[in-house]
């Protein structure tokens, strides 16, 4: 907890675990500490802070967390050593128990670090800045981001989840639904517009049901046309949606804008009623299978991607054979495939009938089998036809990878012209076998 005197600023380094959400938090911290003259470096260079940002999605995740943590007090002994996120919410006094944790912060007041920092250099103790999450009644306004290296950015706008899945930490971790104000989330994303992002995601944890705190005026759907109006927005892309959430009037902003890409997350989580039941989601196979229809029918070649947990509490040999069968009949164009993780203080944690890890661990390959079919059948339709791609990076070879609207990975060969392909960029090219990665 030495602070160093041989460089005149300050420096701060962070380690980010988890999701986009984490993500997207850290980069606002890591603003938050340029405006105060800080310098922000690798974790692998010499510096006075180090923030870790946790993830308790899962149980690996809490232990991924505390190796992280370990490792990092291990590599910056005079560091002044800061946890945050979830899993420092869920488990306070467990992350403050590590030595050489100097200030655990959670997943709120964390516009106050800097101040918490100095008493903790002042005090030379630990300290426990995290508070109830139920307490937490206003979207926390972070820095708006300033980096200008990548294509992509994701726009926060909503947290918490009051849904309580019961599986799921994160309404724990997170807490009770929040909506950023429509004002700062469009002065936001015009200002990134204005910096030089062509993409813009939609981001949060529970972002279908933006706008549900902030009385009838608002919700996603107003939001989404109010932002495809911004002068110089090239694409705008929804991060994951609940299925009860896709309202008529959202399904037909998406549908209306040229802007908005063709592509959603739309969780499924298990094809088997039953197994659905248990997990408390608020939806039937048959009402999936309808949305299913309707988003089709009114925006065709719309990609749409899933997550689905294999081996919850309970679930028979049917059960998966079910699950196996719905999504052949799907079309996803991407499946994220989850083994079940047993979370401490959710309700399936005590389930009875666990399945075991090695059952658990065929269900996931016989479900990544079915994925890559569908993946493949999905990317497939758009082979020999013009698609427009969002350059992303450009590899030693001068090749261009990037991302079409319906978020498949392509790359490019070299220009004809010898000239170099920009980044940013974006380009129409007829969609080849060879520029498919997957």
């Known amino acids: 907890m030495e602070p160093r005197t041989t460089n005149i600023k300050p420096r701060v380094c962070f380690v980010t675990l988890g999701c986009k959400v984490n993500q997207t938090e850290s980069e606002a911290m890591a603003q938050l500490f340029r405006e105060a003259k800080y310098q922000v470096v690798e974790s692998s260079e010499e510096a006075d802070v180090v923030v870790v940002n946790t993830c308790t999605v899962t149980n690996t995740g809490d232990s991924k967390s505390r190796q992280v943590i370990r490792r990092m007090i291990k590599a910056h002994p005079e560091s002044v050593v800061v946890v945050m996120g979830c899993y420092a919410q869920t488990e306070p006094g467990e992350v403050l128990n590590i030595e050489g944790v100097d200030l655990v912060l959670g997943t709120q007041d964390r516009m106050q670090v800097l101040d918490w920092i100095e008493r903790v250099k002042a005090e030379r103790k630990p ?223 005590d389930y009875p009938d666990q399945v075991s890890k090695k059952l658990k661990e065929q269900r996931v390959k016989d479900l990544m089998a079915v994925a890559r079919v569908s993946q493949e059948a999905f990317v497939r339709r758009f082979v020999g036809k013009p698609v427009e791609v969002l350059i992303e990076w450009i590899d030693p070879k001068g090749c261009a990878v990037g991302h079409t609207p319906h978020y498949i990975q392509v790359k490019i060969p070299p220009r004809d012209d010898g000239k170099l392909w920009v980044s940013r960029q974006l380009v129409t090219v007829v969609l080849e076998e060879g520029h498919l990665l997957i």
Not at 212 to 227: C, I, S
Not at 309 to 331: Q, R
Request: aromatic fraction near 8%.
């Open 127 to 349: 300290l426990n800045a995290v508070r109830g999450i139920w307490e937490a009644e206003e979207f926390e306004e972070l820095p708006q981001l300033s980096e200008e290296h990548r294509t992509r950015v994701f726009l926060k706008i909503q947290e918490g989840c009051n849904q309580f899945c019961t599986y799921c930490i994160i309404p724990y971790a997170r807490g009770p639904l929040r909506s950023r104000l429509p004002e700062n989330a469009i002065a936001e994303a015009r200002r990134l517009v204005e910096a030089g992002y062509p993409e813009i995601v939609l981001t949060g944890i529970h972002t279908g049901y933006y706008g549900q705190d902030l009385g009838a005026e608002w919700n996603l759907a107003r939001l989404v046309r109010e932002l495809v109006k911004i002068p110089g927005l090239h694409r705008l892309r929804l991060s994951s949606i609940e299925p009860m959430e896709y309202t008529p009037e959202l399904i037909e902003s998406i549908a209306s804008s040229h802007k908005v890409c063709p592509h959603v997350h739309m969780p499924l989580q298990s094809g088997s009623d039953q197994v659905l039941a248990r997990m408390r989601r608020p939806y039937s196979l048959h009402e999936y299978r309808e949305l299913l229809e309707k988003l089709h029918h009114q925006i065709p070649d719309l990609a749409v991607t899933t997550d689905i947990i294999v081996g919850f509490p309970g679930e028979t040999e049917e059960d998966h054979a079910s699950t196996l069968e719905f999504v052949k009949s799907c079309g996803f164009s991407a499946i994220h495939v989850f083994p079940y993780s047993k979370r401490k203080g959710t309700p399936a944690a």
